[in-house]
């Protein structure tokens, strides 16, 4: 008893060779929801906190610093349709920041029932500064699994926000895609 020799060895490769050769990765079905494109240009439509960009003295932008920690984003009411689903928000826009050593700057995308949060999830947005002081590319999602997003009436929130309270970040061009995935 224990002993390893050929037979058991290669009884041993064969139930390997069986079982990884019936493992079939599954494809997730995925459905485009609603898409919402923020640009802050016209500040009625969009919730929050919303400047205007000091190096145009035109351009509406999102920011978030010290005074100013929950920036503007969106709310859009779920459909019933949409309940016990996975939800898949993908965020893409441009960030700026005139530093190397920010942290805790974020794109939240939250579900609310009335004051209540069922899910927050925060896409980090100090990782996609490369260049300092220019706008940079962010492109990131969050999925909302099915057990969270199982209220009528819930309120799916995108907006900035300031973690660190310290220093500041800006955004724009936001695209949000609300997807279903299966």
């Not at 990765?25 to 240009?41: C, D, G, L, R, T």
């Not at 700026?96 to 995308?109: E, Y």
């Not at 927050?120 to 940079?136: A, Q």
């Not at 909302?144 to 220093?167: E, H, M, P, T």
Request: charged share 25%.
């Amino acid at each position: 008893m224990g002993c390893i020799n050929k037979t058991n060895i290669t009884f041993l490769a064969v139930i390997i060779i069986a079982l990884v050769s019936c493992y079939k990765p599954q494809k997730e079905e995925i459905k485009m929801v609603k898409q919402f494109n923020i640009s802050f240009e016209d500040t009625s439509l969009y919730d929050g906190y919303v400047v205007i960009d000091p190096k145009t003295n035109s351009n509406h932008i999102g920011k978030i610093c010290l005074e100013i920690p929950y920036g503007g984003g969106m709310n859009y009411e779920l459909p019933d349709s949409l309940i016990n689903t996975n939800l898949r928000v993908i965020v893409s826009g441009k960030v700026r920041n005139k530093g190397w050593n920010t942290f805790g700057h974020a794109i939240v995308v939250g579900l609310f029932e009335k004051e209540k949060v069922n899910a927050w999830l925060e896409i980090n947005m100090d990782g996609f500064v490369r260049k300092k002081d220019e706008w940079n590319q962010l492109v990131d999602s969050v999925q909302i699994s099915s057990d969270r997003n199982q209220i009528r009436g819930a309120i799916l929130k995108v907006f900035g926000y300031n973690g660190s309270k310290k220093s500041f970040m800006e955004y724009d061009d936001l695209k949000v895609e609300i997807k279903t995935v299966k």
